[in-house]
């Protein structure tokens, strides 16, 4: 029996390569618009020929521009194939799992196959996409909910379909944000829930199951560890987060407030 487990123990780690090679296979789908831009943009001669050398470097660079288009396109692309294959795998009942389960287990194969697509594409064009417009149709796209005017700043969102983000909320430069977390050899997954007008300073830890209230803002750097709620109408810091001081009726919050962890917090 303990050979058996080990066994299945052993192949269901080695889900990962299937991941790998799916993806490549969906990398390979988006690219292939930015591919035949980039082969017409080598194809077209632009450099007069008595202009010798010159002409070849103008060719050069024409090329090289539109592989740089290609590029673009090809994240852009990405942005549409991931979702369009997210649909899939839930038309399949293949749906990550909620809550814990064993990391040694097949019942991981779901959340690879959702989670793999996120990484792909926070890895190779998320950098580029954050910031835009886009960029938040893409996470809805992917299954988080966003409201209106909400700023992403940071590719680093994980979980998407266990994300929840209010209208008019702003999250900084890298802030990450986290629906799963291993403990224990287990594999746990809860929701995150961002209100309206909250702010999440730059390199901000947001860790599953936290709540944050509305007009709740977090200083940079600060860590919110798994489970945790924060009150509406205040502001936090710290590692892990602390209150610094609750906000009144009229209160403005200022960039101060959410550019560092530190703070004083407000005498109980």
Not at 112 to 127: A, C, D, E, H, S
Not at 169 to 185: C, M, P, Q, R, W
Not at 198 to 225: E, R
Request: proline content about 4%; charged content about 15%; overall charge positive.
């Amino acid at each position: 029996m303990a050979g058996a487990k080990g066994l299945i123990r052993a192949i269901a780690g080695t889900i990962w390569i299937y991941s790998y090679l799916s993806l490549g296979a969906f990398m390979a789908v988006a690219a292939l618009p930015g591919l035949f831009l980039a082969r017409w943009g080598w194809g077209l001669d632009v450099g007069p020929a008595w202009a010798g050398e010159a002409a070849f470097l103008l060719d050069a660079f024409v090329g090289l521009y539109w592989s740089i288009v290609g590029f673009f396109t090809f994240g852009l692309a990405l942005m549409v194939v991931l979702p369009l294959v997210r649909g899939l795998f839930l038309l399949l009942g293949w749906k990550p799992h909620t809550g814990a389960l064993p990391i040694h287990s097949f019942r991981m194969w779901h959340w690879y196959n959702q989670n793999g697509l996120v990484f792909l594409f926070n890895t190779v064009f998320g950098r580029f996409a954050r910031l835009t417009n886009v960029y938040n149709w893409y996470l809805r796209a992917m299954g988080a909910k966003i409201g209106k005017n909400v700023v992403f700043n940071t590719q680093h969102v994980y979980d998407l379909d266990l994300i929840s983000v209010g209208d008019n909320t702003v999250i900084g430069a890298n802030a990450s944000i986290l629906g799963h977390v291993g403990e224990k050899g287990k594999l746990v997954r809860e929701k995150v829930v961002i209100g309206d007008r909250c702010t999440i300073g730059q390199y901000t830890n947001i860790f599953p199951g936290v709540t944050l209230g509305d007009n709740c803002h977090v200083g940079a750097m600060s860590l919110v560890p798994k489970g945790t709620t924060l009150d509406s109408n205040a502001i936090y810091g710290g590692v892990p987060v602390r209150k610094i001081r609750d906000l009144q009726p009229g209160d403005k919050v200022t960039s101060t407030d959410v550019s560092a962890t530190t703070g004083s917090p407000k005498a109980a």
